[in-house]
Nanobody, 122 residues
């Protein structure tokens, strides 16, 4: 059974930085794509960053140039470095394993971790 534990969120002023971590249990971490999702208040969960098994990265337009996703396969951990934070980055951040279909990523597992709250004050 895969477990995902996110951490590193908090309250930060606009323009500040945070680094999120996601520890994943289960075998095969290094051979799977991973992603960070964000759920803002009143909105659907959206994929903001992904990293393939070969460390190819993709970002949502809203975070491109400000967020950096990385992974440490030895620790089964994926990170999200968030710089130049804006009020609209506020939300609960989740990670998940990813599966791909027709060139798009989708969450591989229906169950999610508890997420980590990021609040950016303007």
């Amino acid at each position: 059974q895969v477990q995902l534990v996110e951490s590193g969120g908090g309250l930060v002023q606009a323009g500040g930085s945070l680094r999120l971590s996601c520890a994943a249990s289960g075998s095969g971490f290094s051979s799977n794509a991973m992603g960070w999702y964000r759920q803002a208040p009143g909105k659907q969960r959206e994929l903001v960053a992904s990293i393939s098994s070969r460390e190819r990265t993709n970002y949502a337009d809203s975070v491109e140039g400000r967020f950096t996703i990385s992974r440490d396969n030895a620790k089964n951990t994926v990170y999200l470095q968030m710089n130049s934070l804006k009020a609209e980055d506020t939300g609960v951040y989740y990670c998940n394993w990813l599966t791909s279909s027709w060139g798009r990523y989708y969450p591989a597992f229906a169950s999610w971790g508890q997420g980590t709250q990021v609040t950016v004050s303007s």
